[in-house]
């Protein structure tokens, strides 16, 4: 093997590691303590002296570190562990960008030199220090790594790393050794950060015990990266955020798709951490070439370097990004990164800090769960056993919860200006002595402390929690707060009761009955994140079986004539998107897809176990999000149509046949197969019985075809005109108006009711004012029920005002919905509101 230089261990290097390590466990008070300082330097770090600078000097070197307690656990010597590292051999004849391309879509086969590199140990972890192997940066592929070790009976075994910065070809193949110093140096956005804590700040912070804490934003908008765009990346996503700004600084018009982005401060990703994998652990990985079948037997491990050819390929996913496995949690998902390189995450954040206001950035952080998949990646002290989402996680054993704290922090300095936490009543131990799961709240007390570091900034950043507490006791709807961490962390967000995904506006009667979580959240929600669009709301609406009878729940009649048109009004209405964005305090929060009006749905082609599973338990989403005749008449679902669907009402009846048998037969994939058979189904043909291998295929192509459906792009040409400006203009209206976040406070006049009787009709009604004394504002929408006529007096009235508190004098329309009768501007008067309409009225306030 010719060309660079073979990777050598680095001996004093590793030492030092090593007296680190050791130095760290003596000095801690407690295990956990030793493994917060020795987390840090877990994974893979480019060596530099102190006086380089990482955006133009190369590292003479990399650090790597794992955590092996099997390796301890099962006796396995010194000398029978090695560093793996695989250097891609075309960077020995060629140091241009692209000479292997991470972001290449194709399965190709790459030659890779493998060299195997002892290392050293202190307790349970593993050392090396290593020089003359490529690191990565944004232009080209750095060397992958693994930690490899042979076991007592000759078989060698796999260690991957848990706290990689990049994993090019998924979460189960090796991680690349990267050049983190030289991305967090180059960053494009560096000044937001160096800013935070100063005079002129890129966004408001408030002092954290000495450091400064990212501010609330005034609103958000939740995004799926991979249907957001027809390329499904992140880069694309940075590029409309881009030509956004762009037309924002030069005052253009915004084209109606592009206002579905406009006038938030905030923008939240849905996960963006890599994903378990169906087709088995090596599938975007495969030693021995594309079409191995055997990869694993492709390495001759006894050798100290051989050269190998690889199958490889940039992973291709549909996934909503909830089925994580852990492992390089502090890496992004390459299945939304069409270049490969972990930059392309920075660059987005970057744009959306570089909006002429700008736009905070909130990760959606999944730290309550692992997947299945994740048992071969991770240590079996990761896990405290099953869990109601694959494993639960052991956030008692001292090392586990300094790692996941470690991989948090490390997710967030990709640039995080806020952090969602995913389900954190999830967070729980098993308390031995009652038998019970408690709720680990000093785990969710550490996350909020973690400190991060961008670009030479230390700061926290805004926090917010997903917590339904008692969830999921059978009472938990009723007895839920939302407010337990708020109490424990007085800066901190929850999610709002009426944001959680019980939540079914499509459903008549939902603003009825919801009104007693809305008082609460009128009356102290000015910590919560409200709005009822989000991606669990609108996938639980679209799980709604539809029926013609009183079977069923009962759809809103008021808001459409079908289906499809009802649930796309239902989550994006003026009357909603008023009531949260003007009248309620907190921060609301809308989901991209339901500003587009476009389809959403569960789809992941990741689980080949459950899929059909998963793809029957929507059934009723056809219903939802396929209009009549717009199956067979379009080009959408082509793999479906191939298998021999050739109606919208064949494949609604097949996929709710598939539903009952599961139910029936407890999920026996050939019992089922057999009896479709019998009945006969498009999958059906005269030479041969569906198995269960063709149900398999049947849930994939669903997946795939279901996860086009609902790109973003697609719609695109759908975007009315008069809505989307009616949309964003409420939206800034709220972002002029960051007071209307304080809790509706009656000591200044303010108020907020429905209107009694209602008489078939619900409209909600509030009065806010400024508490500068500048402006006061009517609401009043009808968010269900048949047309009503409303005025300013009349809302006054309803409300129980009088003209004490400055009483307002000269209404004028401040917002009206697209489809009322009057526009900005026209004085007070009665006005016509249909069913999901709204008016908001506006005047300046007089002193007393």
């Known amino acids: 093997m010719s060309g660079r230089e073979a990777p050598g261990r680095l001996r004093d290097a590793t030492d030092a590691l090593v007296e680190q390590s050791r130095r760290d466990r003596e000095a801690a008070d407690d295990r956990f303590g030793a493994a917060r300082a020795i987390a840090e330097r877990l994974g893979a770090h480019p060596i530099r002296p102190d006086e380089a600078d990482p955006a133009t000097d190369p590292p003479n070197g990399v650090a790597f570190g794992f955590w092996t307690p099997e390796l301890t656990e099962r006796g396995v010597p010194l000398d029978d562990v090695r560093l793996e590292l695989f250097t891609p051999l075309a960077d020995e004849a060629s140091e241009s960008a692209g000479a292997i391309d991470p972001g290449c879509d194709d399965l190709r086969d790459v030659e890779f030199r493998v060299d195997r590199v002892p290392v050293a140990r202190d307790d349970e972890f593993h050392w090396v220090a290593v020089e003359g192997l490529p690191v990565g940066t944004r232009d080209r592929l750095g060397a992958l790594y693994q930690l490899i070790y042979r076991t007592p009976d000759g078989e060698w075994e796999t260690v991957r790393d848990p706290l990689a910065r990049s994993v090019p070809f998924g979460a189960f193949a090796p991680a690349e050794a990267y050049d983190w110093p030289r991305l ?8 937001h950060f160096a800013s935070f804590g100063g005079d002129d700040e890129a966004l408001p912070t408030t002092e954290d015990d000495g450091l400064p804490r990212v501010d609330p934003a005034t609103s958000m908008l939740e995004i799926h990266p991979g249907t957001s765009t027809d390329r499904g990346s992140l880069g694309a996503l940075a590029e409309r955020f881009e030509a956004i700004g ?7 018009p915004l084209a109606p798709h592009e206002r579905n982005y406009a006038g938030y401060d905030a923008v939240q990703l849905m996960p963006v951490e890599p994903l378990t994998q169906a087709y088995g652990e090596q599938w975007y990985w495969r030693p021995g070439g594309a079409q191995s079948e055997t990869p694993d037997g492709a390495l001759d491990r006894e050798r ?13 996913q549909t996934n909503w990004g909830y089925d994580v496995v852990v ?7 390459p299945a939304i990164l069409e270049t490969g390189r972990p930059d392309e995450l920075v660059d987005f954040i970057a744009a959306c800090h570089a909006m002429p206001d700008p736009v905070r950035v909130v990760f959606d952080v999944a730290l309550g769960h692992a997947d299945e998949g994740a048992s071969g990646l991770l240590p079996d002290p990761f896990f405290e056993g ?10 008692r054993q001292p090392v586990v919860r300094a790692i996941l704290l470690e991989l948090q922090r490390r997710k967030a300095n990709f640039g995080a200006d806020g952090i969602r936490i995913d389900g954190a009543q999830d967070f729980t131990y098993h308390d031995e002595e009652t038998g019970e799961q408690v709720h680990d709240d000093a785990f969710l007390a550490e996350m909020d402390r973690v400190t991060h570091e961008v670009a030479g900034t230390e700061y926290r950043p805004w926090m917010i929690y997903e917590d339904g507490r008692p969830w999921p006791r059978e009472d938990w709807e009723l007895a839920s ?4 961490l708020i109490d424990q962390h007085p800066h901190a967000f929850q999610w709002s009761p009426v944001t ?3 939540n079914k506006p499509a459903l008549l009667t939902f603003w009825a009955t919801k009104w007693w979580r809305m008082r609460e959240v009128g009356e102290m929600g000015s910590q919560w994140i409200t709005g009822v669009a989000n991606h669990d709301t609108l996938r639980r609406g679209s799980q709604v079986e539809v029926t013609d009878d009183w079977g069923g729940a009962l759809i809103n009649p008021y808001l459409a004539d079908s289906p499809p048109e009802t649930i796309r009004e239902a989550y994006d209405s003026p009357a909603a998107l008023v009531w949260f964005h003007v009248a309620m305090p907190g921060v609301p929060m809308d989901f991209l897809h339901a500003n ?8 992941r082609d990741t689980d080949p176990t459950w899929n059909v599973k998963v793809v029957a338990e929507e059934a009723p989403w056809i219903d939802w999000h396929v209009p009549e005749g717009s199956f067979a008449g379009g080009d959408a679902f082509p793999r479906l149509k191939g298998l021999g669907f050739e109606t919208r009402a064949e494949l609604k009846g097949f996929v709710t046949k598939l539903a009952a048998l599961i139910d029936a037969t407890g999920y026996d994939l050939d019992m089922i197969a057999e009896l479709l058979s019998v009945q006969g189904t498009p999958l059906s043909t005269a030479d041969s019985d569906i198995t269960a291998a063709d149900l398999q295929a049947f849930s994939f192509a669903w997946s795939a075809d279901v996860a086009e459906y609902l790109v973003l792009d697609r719609w695109e040409d759908e975007q009315d005109d008069a809505r989307t400006a009616f949309d964003r203009r409420v939206r800034e209206f709220r972002q002029a108006r960051p007071w209307l976040r304080d809790d509706i406070d009656d000591g200044r006049g303010e108020a907020f009711g429905y209107r009694h009787p209602t008489e078939g009709t619900v409209v909600y009604q509030a009065l806010r004012r400024d508490p500068d004394g500048g402006e006061s504002l009517l609401i009043a929408c009808n968010v269900e029920g048949t047309p009503v006529e409303v005025s300013p007096t009349g809302v006054r009235d309803d409300l129980g005002l009088g003209d004490e508190h400055g009483a307002a004098r000269d209404w004028t329309v401040a917002l009206a919905g697209p489809d009322t009768a009057v526009e900005v501007g026209d004085d007070a008067g009665p006005v016509r509101l249909e069913t999901a309409d709204a008016v908001v009225w506006r005047a300046e306030s007089r002193d007393d």
């Not at 099953?386 to 956030?395: F, I, K, N, Q, T």
């Not at 707060?481 to 337990?484: I, V």
Request: net charge negative; glycine share 8%.
């Open 184 to 191: 967090n140096a180059t960053r494009a956005d560096r000044d």
């Open 246 to 252: 762009e037309k924002l600084r030069g005052d253009e």
């Open 304 to 316: 100290a370097a051989e050269r190998v050819t690889v199958g490889v390929e940039r992973p291709d």
């Open 327 to 333: 492992s390089a949690f502090s890496a992004a998902n």
């Open 386 to 395: 099953p869990g109601m989402y694959g494993l639960h996680l052991d956030y």
């Open 481 to 484: 707060t939302y407010r337990t």
């Open 500 to 502: 959680f995904a019980h």
């Open 596 to 603: 587009y009006r476009a389809p959403w749905g569960f789809v």
